[in-house]
């Protein structure tokens, strides 16, 4: 993290983890930590380790997440959450 530059909020460090938890659930992902000075720890199926700043980790994120979301919509996944 740059000094001076303030770190995320808790509100979306928990909506950073409660995204990553759900591509973990999805199968997106394998498995993510949180790593050492505000770093994340993501770690996809093939084995490889990426090692992210919290906003590096929220972008990722957010771009998984989107193409999660259109391979859905686009019928080309079926999502294993309930209720669709």
Known sequence: MNVGTPAMPSTARD???AMLDVLVYENVLLLWSHGPHD???LVSHDGD???LTEDQAGMWALGAFAVFLAF???GR????MPGR
Not at 77 to 80: A, D, G, K, N, S
């Open 15 to 17: 909506d950073l983890a």
């Open 77 to 80: 996944i079926t999502p294993r």
């Open 39 to 41: 770093t994340y720890v």
């Open 49 to 51: 380790t990426m090692n």
């Open 72 to 74: 859905v919509d686009q």
